[in-house]
């Protein structure tokens, strides 16, 4: 069964430097990884996904992902972090569509707080 | 702007009572699922529909039903409401075919049973 860990509750970083939150993953065969942000009472936002190729991603609003496959993680980074930032993060797994899989696994969530 | 609507946004029920949640997608796509958020919790699978089909389902009893129509709209039932029903629903869609396709995700329907 597909699964994924974020093993930080909550992330905490001044403005201007650089953030990480942390997301590793276990999957039986390739897997299709995302990133999604959650803003208070609203939906998911998606900002990148791993499918293939590069291991570094590039999304939306700076953000970036690092695919690492020895180490089953894909880590969500940004240069420099904004308050506007502050919300709640998902990582998100799904290998090859097969029946009862055809679905995302979402991790616990992390909250990032951006302090001015 | 996800292109993916929900409605209602709030609601609250009694409990046994029975509940219709209803999605809107973007044009095209043609694979809807359902996700139940509840308070401090990553998102849970429910299920998925592909043309009009169920083609998927997570551990959610069949008291959990679903519709999907042929103009990208679908809904989600939920009959004999329990209190830890109570939760976000999130819908969301995405073009079908491969499993690396972007999945898009509505501003979710907020469900309380009393």
């Known amino acids: 069964a597909q699964s994924v860990a974020q093993p930080e509750d909550q992330v905490n970083v001044a403005e201007g430097n650089p953030l990480t939150v942390k997301c590793t993953y276990s999957?039986?065969?390739?897997?299709?990884l995302f990133w999604y942000v959650q803003y208070p009472n609203r939906g998911l936002q998606f900002l990148l996904k791993?499918?293939?190729?590069?291991?570094l991603v590039k999304g939306s609003y700076g953000f970036e992902a690092e695919f690492n496959k020895s180490q089953t993680s894909f880590h969500l980074k940004k240069p420099s972090a904004l308050v506007s930032d502050s919300a709640l993060y998902f990582c998100?797994?799904?290998?090859?569509?097969?029946?009862?899989?055809?679905?995302?696994?979402f991790g616990s969530g992390t909250r990032l707080q951006v302090q001015p | 702007e996800t292109g993916v609507t929900q409605s209602p946004t709030h609601l609250i029920k009694t409990r046994g009572q029975q509940v219709t949640l209803r999605c809107s997608s973007q044009?095209?796509?043609?694979?809807v699922s359902w996700y139940q958020q509840a308070l401090g919790q990553g998102p849970q699978f429910i299920f998925q529909?592909?043309?009009?089909?169920?083609?998927g389902r997570g551990n959610f009893p069949p008291r959990f039903s679903g519709l999907q129509f042929p103009n990208y709209s679908s809904e989600l039932n939920v009959n004999a409401l329990e209190l830890d029903d109570s939760a976000l629903y999130l819908c969301?869609?995405?073009?079908?075919?491969?499993?690396?396709?972007?999945?898009?995700f509505g501003e979710g329907s907020w469900l309380t049973v009393v």
């Open positions: 969301a869609s995405r073009v079908g075919g491969g499993p690396g396709n972007t999945i898009y």
């Open positions: 999957v039986s065969g390739n897997p299709y």
């Open positions: 791993y499918i293939t190729g590069d291991n």
């Open positions: 998100a797994v799904r290998d090859a569509p097969a029946p009862g899989r055809r679905a995302l696994t």
């Open positions: 044009s095209g796509h043609n694979t």
């Open positions: 529909y592909y043309r009009e089909e169920e083609n």
